[in-house]
């Protein structure tokens, strides 16, 4: 695992946890992985420090073996569709596949 660049999503307080909340992407050997993620921490509290934890738990998420609730997408269109083609290819696609997970 190697990580490229972490990019935050507009950074917002909820007030009902009294948590900072984000969405961070996390781009990593050409796909990007997308963390909900969220820290408690008064509304006072500094704003680099809030990154710092904020990006901290999602590259713990990220290096984690199951990392729980995330998305992941190809860095590129062009990524997509040769990913798109090598499924399609595999025969993965094909109507009597009984494998509930399809395409990943």
Same mark, same amino acid.
């Given at each position: 695992? *190697?990580?490229? $660049?972490?990019?935050?999503? *507009?950074?917002?307080?909820?007030?009902?946890?009294?948590?900072?909340?984000?969405?961070?992407?996390?781009? #990593?050997?050409?796909?990007?992985? +997308?963390?909900?993620?969220?820290? $408690?921490?008064?509304?006072?509290?500094?704003?680099? #420090?809030?990154?710092?934890?904020?990006?901290?738990?999602?590259?713990?998420? &990220?290096?984690? $073996?199951?990392?729980?609730? &995330?998305?992941?997408?190809?860095? +590129? #269109? +062009?990524?997509? *569709?040769?990913?798109?083609?090598?499924?399609?290819?595999?025969?993965?696609?094909s109507?009597?596949?009984?494998?509930?997970?399809?395409?990943a």
């Amino acid at each position: 695992m *190697q990580i490229d $660049k972490i990019e935050f999503d *507009q950074v917002r307080y909820n007030p009902e946890f009294s948590a900072f909340e984000t969405l961070i992407r996390i781009h #990593d050997q050409g796909r990007t992985y +997308t963390y909900p993620t969220s820290i $408690k921490a008064t509304v006072y509290a500094e704003f680099g #420090d809030i990154a710092r934890r904020l990006s901290e738990s999602a590259a713990r998420a &990220h290096a984690d $073996k199951y990392p729980g609730l &995330h998305m992941t997408a190809p860095a +590129t #269109d +062009t990524d997509y *569709q040769a990913r798109v083609a090598e499924i399609l290819a595999s025969g993965a696609m094909s109507g009597g596949a009984t494998d509930p997970r399809l395409a990943a």
